[in-house]
């Protein structure tokens, strides 16, 4: 059984900062790729960050330059990096894993719980 744990949301000013992070546990043959999705009220989620296994990352274009995924992978935990935050950067954000729980079987999709951001301006 893989569990998918986030942490570090909360209420921030604009231009303020938070840290996400989230640890994958459980029955885990290998990780591939990591990140971070979100979904404001009414809206579909959406692409935050991904990292791959070798650290490279992509960003959806409302958070370039802003937000800095990265990953332990020793510690099966990828990390969110939000700086100066804004209103519209307020959702529940998802922490998400492609992952193996054994050699013998495909690599699944996984996702955490989520973890609500709220930018007050």
């Known amino acids: 059984q893989v569990q998918l744990v986030e942490s570090g949301g909360g209420l921030v000013q604009a231009g303020g900062s938070l840290r996400l992070s989230c640890v994958a546990s459980g029955s885990i043959f290998s990780i591939n790729g990591m990140g971070w999705y979100r979904q404001a009220p009414g809206k579909q989620r959406e692409l935050v960050a991904t990292i791959t296994e070798s650290g490279s990352t992509n960003y959806a274009d409302s958070v370039k330059g802003r937000f800095t995924c990265s990953r332990d992978n020793a510690k099966n935990t990828v990390y969110l990096q939000m700086n100066s935050l804004k209103p519209e950067d307020t959702a529940v954000y998802y922490c998400?894993?492609?992952?193996?729980?054994?050699?013998?079987?495909?690599?699944?999709?996984?996702w955490g719980q989520g973890t609500q951001v709220t930018v007050s301006s």
């Open positions: 998400n894993a492609v992952l193996r729980v054994s050699a013998m079987l495909s690599s699944y999709n996984y």
